[in-house]
Nanobody, 119 residues
Framework: QVQLVESGGGLVQPGGSLRLSCVAS????????MGWYRQSPGTPRELVAS??????TNYADSVKGRFTITGGGARITDLQMDNLRPDDTAVYYCYARLQLFNEDANTYWGQGTQVTVSS
C-alpha cells in the first residue's frame, strides 16, 4: 500500500508564495519520479513539474522561472511556488512513480490540495 499526503495549499494574493509538500509512505523500495499535476475549471489537466531520480526536472512553460521542484528520489517532493498568479489557481495533485518491494513500478496519486491565488 502507498499513501501520498500533500500539504501547503491555501489562499494567497497575487505575487505571493506557497510551498507544497508531498510525502509518500508505504513499503517503498525505490522512487523514480515525483511531481505535480494541476486541474482548474476550464483548463486541461496539466503537468506542472516533476523531478526524476537522476535529478532531472520538467516544468510547464507557464511556471518556468517561478516554481521550483525538489526531492524526487527519496519519497518526498516540495514545490516552491513564487510570484503566484490568479491563473495558478487549481487543485494540485502529487504523483509518484515508485516501486514497492516485490512489485513492478507503478504510479500513485495524492488526494489533491487547493491553491487559490486571488486579490
Amino acid at each position: 500500500q502507498v499513501q501520498l499526503v500533500e500539504s501547503g495549499g491555501g489562499l494567497v494574493q497575487p505575487g505571493g508564495s506557497l510551498r507544497l509538500s508531498c510525502v509518500a509512505s508505504g513499503d517503498i523500495f525505490r522512487t523514480y519520479t515525483m511531481g505535480w499535476y494541476r486541474q482548474s475549471p476550464g483548463t486541461p489537466r496539466e503537468l506542472v513539474a516533476s523531478i526524476n531520480r537522476d535529478g532531472s526536472t520538467n516544468y510547464a512553460d507557464s511556471v518556468k522561472g517561478r516554481f521550483t521542484i525538489t526531492g524526487g528520489g527519496a519519497r518526498i517532493t516540495d514545490l516552491q511556488m513564487d510570484n503566484l498568479r490568479p491563473d495558478d489557481t487549481a487543485v494540485y495533485y502529487c504523483y509518484a512513480r515508485l516501486q514497492l518491494f516485490n512489485e513492478d513500478a507503478n504510479t500513485y496519486w495524492g488526494q489533491g490540495t487547493q491553491v487559490t491565488v486571488s486579490s
